[in-house]
Each structure stands twice: as structure tokens, then as C-alpha cells.
């Protein structure tokens, strides 16, 4: 593995663990690098923050696309694709997408259509079919995908880790048609997280 995806693939690890704010040295160290290679590929903080997010992004969209493309079965897609994105720690991005950072930048807005769209796909294929709740949108999921998978700053959260999939399948469980009861309030829609904040 080349020096840059060494140190960006200990930078996700660490910043899971202990938040973007985690010791540069620290990421260096783990990637098994020096100083000066982390600085001569990542000048800063933000651009090592930058490709952490972009990284993590692509990785998420390859599996929606991947599900999209293996599953025969439109809401067996959906829940292969849930279950892989818990698993790159998407939670962990918000906090680094919030503050100062850029989410319009435009190689993170170029990530981030990219996977909504193939997102939005699965879920609407997924309706079409009749496997999936009509009242529901991709926001929804995605809200409760990074609830689930944020860590508590400082911790590694070993306990609740283990929990992750067991409660994301209670909630695939409530997304799958025919719904069960009638939820309140109205859909979250891509267009509502991108208005009134992401999760």
C-alpha cells in the first residue's frame, strides 16, 4: 500500500476513535510513516480531513452501486447496502463535515451527489417494487445510519459497537412494506438534511 492511502486509511481509523481533532504524529505514527510524508502528501489538517470524507464517501457509493447491480431482490439491495455503509463508520464524517469545513467544496459535493444519487436509486427501486414502505425517503435512513454509527468522541465505543447491526436490522425490519403502523410527521428527504442541516 502506497504511503497516501496508508496514511488516510489510519486517519479514518483514528478519527473514529478519537475525532478529527486527533494528533497528526499520532496518524503518522500508526500509518507507520514520518512526519514529513504526512505533510508532503496532507499540507494541513483540512486537506487530510478532505480525503478522509472523500474516501469514505466513494467507498459508500461503490457499495450502493454493488447491491444495486448483485441483489435480485430490490430491498435485499437496500439492506446489503445499510449494513456495509455501518460498517465504513459513517457517523464519524459528521462531525468533521460540520464547523468550519467546506461540505461545498467541490470534490465533497461531487462525492456526496454521487452517492445520493445511487442511494436514491435503491430506494426508489426498492418502492417501485413494492418492498419498501411508501413513506419513507432516503433521508430517513441516512439520519438513522449516522445516529448509529457516530461514536462518542474519546471512546471506541467497543460495547455499543456491537449493537450497530442488531439495530439496524430493527429498523430495515420497519422500512420493508407493508408498513406495520402510520408514521408521524412527514418523510426526510435529501432536500430536507441538505436545508436544515445534515445529520
Known sequence: MRNRERIVAAAREMFVESGAQVALDEIARRAG?????????????????????????????????????????PFGAVRRFTHEAADERIGALCPMLSGTFDDDEPGIAAARDRLEGAVQGLFERAQAAGRMRPDVAVGDLLVALSQLTRPLPGTA???????????????????????????????????DLRQHGRP
Not at 167 to 188: C, F, I, K, V, W
Open 33 to 73: 510513516v514520518g512526519n514529513a510524508t504526512l505533510y508532503r502528501h496532507f499540507p494541513d489538517r483540512e486537506a487530510l480531513v478532505h480525503e478522509v470524507v472523500v474516501c469514505v464517501m466513494a467507498r459508500i457509493t461503490q457499495s450502493a452501486e454493488r447491491a444495486a447491480a448483485e441483489e435480485a431482490d
Open 157 to 191: 465505543c467497543p460495547v455499543n459497537d456491537r449493537f450497530v447491526h442488531r439495530h439496524l436490522q430493527l429498523l430495515l425490519d420497519g422500512l420493508e412494506a407493508p408498513g406495520r403502523s402510520e408514521l408521524p410527521g412527514t418523510p426526510a428527504t435529501l432536500e
